[in-house]
C-alpha cells in the first residue's frame, strides 16, 4: 500500500480516538461525533481514491453508498428514542452481516486459497463472529420489539447443543482448510453459525437485554478488526478493536450492576429460577392511593428523589414527567434523579429519555452518587421500575437477583410506586417495597398517573 | 510474516487503548457511546468496497453490494443518530428564579 494511504487511514484512526476521548463529556460530545465522521468519511475517500474503477464498479459503489446513506438517514431521524435498543441492535446485526458477506466475497474471490495463514483465519472468524452478531442482534431485536416473547425461551439441553453446535462449527473451519474448493461447505458453515447465534439470544430474558446489546456491540467492532486482517488494513484494525473494547466494558459494567458473571447471563440461568418464585402469588396487604393522595403527598415534602425504570420508557412518559418536575421545581422542591445502570433496555437508556424531555443531565445521579441521599429524602418515587429497588436483592438469598446492587428507596420517608397492576414485573419477581407501610401505589399507565399528579398539584396550589 | 505481526500489535494496543478512553465515558453517555461506535463499524464499509473493486464476478459484486448497502446505513445512520441524541444533552438554560 502506498505510504500517503497508510497515513490517511492513520489520521482518521486518530480522529476516531480523539472522537470517542470527547464523548467523555455532554459538553464535547457532540463535537466528538462530528470528528469521528470526519474521521469515517476521510477513510471511505482514502479508500475510493486507493482503487481502480470500472463502469460496474463504481454503479455499485456510488448507487449502494446513496441508497444506505437515505436508508440510514430516515431510520435515524424516524427512531423514537424509547426504540434506541432495537436501533442499536438493528445496528450491531448490519455490522456483523456486512462483515460475514464481506468475508464470504473473499473466499469466493480466490478459490482454493484458503490455506494456513492470517488472511484465510480471519475469513473464518469474520463469518463466524459477523454471523452469530447479525443473527444474535435481530433475535434480540425481535425480543425487544415484543415481536417474539421477551421471556427466556428455553430449550432442553441448550447449553450442551449449543456447544455441540460450536464445536461442529470449528470442525467445519478446520476442515475448509483441507477441502477449500468445495463452497458447499461454507454454506453449511455460515448457516451453522446464524443458528448458534439464534440459539445464544433465545435463552435470555429482556431485563437481561442490556448485556446482550453490549455484548453484540463489541462482536460488531471485533468482526471489523478482523475484516481489516483480511485486507491488512489499518484503519479497520484499530477502529475495530476500540469498538471491541468499548462493548467489552458496557458488558462488564452491567454485568456488574447485575452482581452476575457474563456466563450466567448468556447461559441463561435466569428465566429458570425464576419461574418458581412467581408462582407464589403474594397475599399481603398494600396500599393504593389516588393522584390526589399523592399530589398532596408531594406538596408537602421537600426532598424528592425519582426513580424511573423501564415502564417509563414504555408508556412515553419522559415528557410529562419534566412537566411535573417544572411544577415541583417550582414550589422550590429539591427534586433528582436515581438511576440504575440497568434501567431500561440498554446501558445509558433512562439518560437519552430524560434528556430528550429536556430534564438536565446534572440532576440524574447514577446508584454510587444517590444510596446515601435516600435517608434525608421525603418522597421516593418509583416509576415502572421493579428489580432496581427490590430489597430481595439483599434480603433474599434464595432470589435470582440477590446480590444485585439496588437502589434504597426503602430508607426515604415514604414511597410512591407508580405501576400498572400488582403483576410481577419482568423477571417475575414480587417486591416487598409494595407492601411496605410507607410505601403508596397509584395503578395505572406511567403517563396517565404522572399527568394525573401533576394536575393534582396544579390544583392544590 | 512481519507485516503480519506488526497488524496484530497494533490490534492489541488499539484494544489496550480503547479500554482506558472508554472506562472515563460517563454512564449519562453510555447510549450515544453504543450508537456512535455503532455507526464506526460501519467502517467495513471499506472492505466492501475493496471486494467490489477487486473482482469482476458478478455474484461478488451483488455481495459486497449489500455488505456495502447495509454498512453505508451503519454510517449514516449511526452518526446522524448520535448526533440527535447529543444534541439533547445541551445544558437547559437555568430559568432566572431560583
Known sequence: ?461 | MNNELYLILIFIMAMLLGYELIKKIPPTLHTPLMSGTNAISGIVIIGSILVITNSSDLTVNILGFISLLLSSINVFGGFIVTDRMLEMFKKPKKKGDK
Open chain 1, 1 to 461: 500500500m502506498d505510504t500517503i494511504y497508510i497515513i490517511l487511514y492513520f489520521i482518521s484512526s486518530i480522529l476516531f480516538i480523539l472522537g470517542i476521548k470527547m464523548l467523555s463529556s455532554p459538553l464535547t460530545a457532540r463535537r466528538g461525533n462530528v470528528v469521528s465522521f470526519t474521521g469515517m468519511a476521510i477513510a471511505i475517500i482514502t479508500t475510493l481514491s486507493s482503487v481502480k474503477y470500472d463502469l460496474n464498479s463504481i454503479i455499485f459503489i456510488f448507487s449502494g453508498i446513496l441508497a444506505g446513506g437515505i436508508l440510514g438517514l430516515i431510520f435515524a431521524k424516524k427512531v423514537q428514542m424509547t426504540s434506541m435498543p432495537q436501533m442499536v441492535a438493528i445496528f450491531n446485526g448490519l455490522g456483523g452481516l456486512a462483515s460475514s458477506l464481506i468475508a464470504f466475497s473473499e473466499i469466493l474471490n480466490s478459490k482454493n486459497s484458503i490455506s494456513f495463514n492470517i488472511i484465510s483465519i480471519s475469513i473464518l472468524v469474520s463469518i463466524l463472529i459477523g454471523s452469530v452478531t447479525f443473527s444474535g442482534s435481530i433475535t434480540g431485536f425481535l425480543k425487544l420489539q415484543s415481536l417474539i416473547t421477551g421471556k427466556p425461551i428455553l430449550i432442553p439441553m441448550r447449553n450442551y447443543l449449543n456447544l455441540l453446535l460450536l464445536l461442529s462449527i470449528i470442525g467445519l473451519m478446520i476442515f475448509t482448510f483441507l477441502n477449500s474448493d468445495n463452497t458447499l461447505i461454507f454454506y453449511i458453515l455460515i448457516s451453522s453459525c446464524l443458528l448458534l447465534g439464534i440459539l445464544i439470544v433465545l435463552p435470555i430474558g429482556g431485563a437481561d437485554m442490556p448485556v446482550v446489546i453490549a455484548l453484540l456491540n463489541s462482536y460488531s467492532g471485533i468482526v471489523a478488526a478482523f475484516t481489516g486482517f483480511i485486507f491488512s488494513n489499518l484503519a479497520l484494525i484499530i477502529s475495530g478493536s476500540l469498538i471491541g473494547a468499548s462493548g467489552l466494558i458496557l458488558t462488564r459494567i452491567m454485568t456488574k450492576a447485575m452482581n452476575r458473571s457474563l456466563a450466567n447471563v448468556v447461559l441463561g440461568g435466569f428465566g429458570a429460577t425464576t419461574e418458581s418464585s412467581s408462582t407464589e402469588i403474594s397475599d399481603k396487604s398494600y396500599k393504593s392511593g389516588s393522584s390526589d393522595d399523592i399530589g398532596s403527598l408531594l406538596e408537602y415534602s421537600e426532598n424528592i428523589i425519582v426513580v424511573p425504570g423501564y415502564g417509563l420508557a414504555v408508556a412515553q412518559a419522559q415528557h410529562s414527567l419534566k412537566e411535573l418536575l417544572d411544577v415541583l421545581v417550582n414550589q422550590e422542591k429539591n427534586v433528582i434523579f436515581a438511576i440504575h445502570p440497568v434501567a431500561g433496555r440498554m446501558p445509558g437508556h433512562m439518560n437519552v429519555l430524560l434528556a430528550e424531555a429536556n430534564i438536565d443531565y446534572e440532576l440524574l445521579l447514577d446508584l454510587d452518587q444517590v444510596n446515601e441521599k435516600f435517608s434525608q429524602t421525603d418522597v421516593a418515587i418509583v416509576i415502572g421500575a421493579n428489580d432496581v429497588v427490590n430489597p430481595a436483592a439483599k434480603l433474599d438469598k434464595t432470589s435470582p437477583i440477590y446480590g444485585m446492587p439496588i437502589l434504597d428507596v426503602e430508607k426515604s420517608k415514604s414511597i410512591v410506586v407508580l405501576k400498572r397492576s400488582m403483576n410481577p414485573g419482568f423477571a417475575g419477581l414480587d417486591n416487598d417495597i409494595f407492601y411496605n407501610d410507607k410505601t403508596i401505589m397509584l395503578f395505572g399507565d406511567a403517563k396517565d398517573s404522572i399527568d394525573s399528579v401533576t394536575k393534582s398539584i396544579k390544583e392544590l396550589s
